[in-house]
């Protein structure tokens, strides 16, 4: 059998059969002291495809930093065919500061790859991480969450008109894939116009840690390491029921007309039916209580968290479902909830 290659970066080398923990540099502070992130490379025996697994691109969110440490450090890679690229954190300045831009001038990491070596010092930093750790990779999983405020269902993200990108984004598993180009300077973009197919998954809230969530994901990930056989072990996912949600589905972010406080009904991932009562948005200073309605039957992708609103802001992702999508998920759910009873 043909031996694994050697994975090396500007620094370093890790060898077949070797797990490197390091700190990479990618910038300084205003002391002079490195900014560095922490990458694990393991690096199996055998051959197979190098994929990376990234998180807090975005320094708030939080679930994505557990899924990537649990595959790093618990799993039994031992049997690993190919290499894995670990990045938990890969905003340091951002996760310190536990907020989702930079500390410097806001800037936004997830929109400043693949970088520059002589730009802003969002860009450098960018640069820094792809060169030395997506561009040597195969395919990837950058994982985020909703915006602090809201929370959202576990979804892919994916351009599905790259057909590298839907194998991995089918593989992952997930019930509803969001099939979108993303924009200029997202690390899933980036990285697949350059030849590393990559995805985004997102799942539930800023500044939380949320198991259900968390081991739903490492199911997907286990799924994608059966696809491409990093793991003998593992089996690809099914998940039951899956829609691929594109421009031509009816989708919307429901907004509020008025200002307060929002009594949301039902949960991120619930199936309304149109006409169905979403939330009710109270004042604490009037009794004219205003309702919000579906408009369509679909799948509540995110809801809000928290429940303040000005008028205009969002109150849920609403999704079509394809009519055989949607009995198999309204099966499903009243299945779920006679078991609750
Ligand atoms: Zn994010």
């Known amino acids: 059998m043909v031996d694994n290659e050697a994975f090396t970066y500007n620094g370093g080398k890790v060898e077949?059969?070797?797990?490197?923990?390091?700190?990479?540099?990618?910038?300084?502070?205003?002391?002079?002291?490195?900014?560095?992130?922490?990458?694990?490379?393991?690096?199996?025996?055998?051959?197979?495809?190098?994929?990376?697994?990234?998180a807090a691109a975005h320094g708030d969110e939080l679930n994505g930093i557990e899924v990537v440490r649990e595959v790093a450090y618990e799993w039994d890679l031992s049997d690993l065919a190919g290499t894995l690229v670990c990045m938990p954190v890969v905003n340091v300045?951002?996760?310190?500061?536990?907020?989702?831009?930079?500390?410097?001038?806001?800037?936004?990491?997830?929109?400043?790859?693949?970088?520059?070596?002589?730009?802003?010092?969002?860009?450098?930093?960018?640069?820094?991480?792809?060169?030395?750790?997506?561009?040597?990779?195969?395919?990837?999983?950058?994982?985020?969450t909703s915006t602090r405020g809201r929370t959202n269902m576990l979804h892919v993200r994916a351009d599905m008109s790259d057909p590298d990108v839907a194998r991995l984004a089918n593989a992952f598993g997930s019930h509803v894939i969001i099939d979108s180009s993303g924009s200029d300077g997202m690390l899933r973009t980036e990285a697949a116009a350059r030849g590393t197919p990559a995805i985004t998954v997102e799942m539930g809230e800023a500044h939380r840690f949320q198991r259900e969530l968390i081991d739903e994901a490492l199911a997907g990930v286990e799924s994608v390491f059966a696809e491409y056989g990093l793991r003998e072990t593992s089996t690809v996912n099914w998940p039951g029921w899956r829609t691929v949600i594109s421009d031509e589905n009816e989708k919307t972010w429901l907004r509020a007309d008025a200002g307060g406080i929002v009594d949301m009904h039902h949960d991120r991932g619930a199936l309304v039916h149109e006409g169905d009562r979403i939330c009710t948005i109270t004042n604490p200073f009037k009794d004219d209580n205003v309702t919000v309605e579906a408009p369509f039957t679909g799948l509540l992708v995110g809801v809000l968290e928290n429940p303040v609103v000005y008028p205009g802001n969002p109150l849920c992702h609403l999704v079509e479902l394809k009519d055989d999508v949607r009995r198999v998920v309204e099966r499903e759910q009243s299945a779920a909830s006679e078991m609750s009873l």
Request: aromatic letters at 12%; hydrophobic letters at 30%; charged letters at 20%.
């Open 16 to 54: 077949p059969g070797e797990t490197q923990n390091i700190r990479y540099g990618i910038s300084e502070t205003y002391l002079g002291d490195p900014v560095r992130i922490p990458v694990t490379i393991i690096n199996g025996e055998r051959p197979g495809p190098t994929v990376f697994l990234s």
């Open 93 to 144: 300045p951002a996760f310190i500061a536990q907020q989702r831009y930079l500390p410097i001038y806001d800037r936004d990491l997830n929109r400043s790859f693949p970088g520059s070596e002589t730009s802003t010092g969002a860009k450098r930093m960018a640069y820094r991480i792809y060169q030395n750790f997506i561009a040597p990779c195969d395919l990837g999983i950058d994982f985020h």
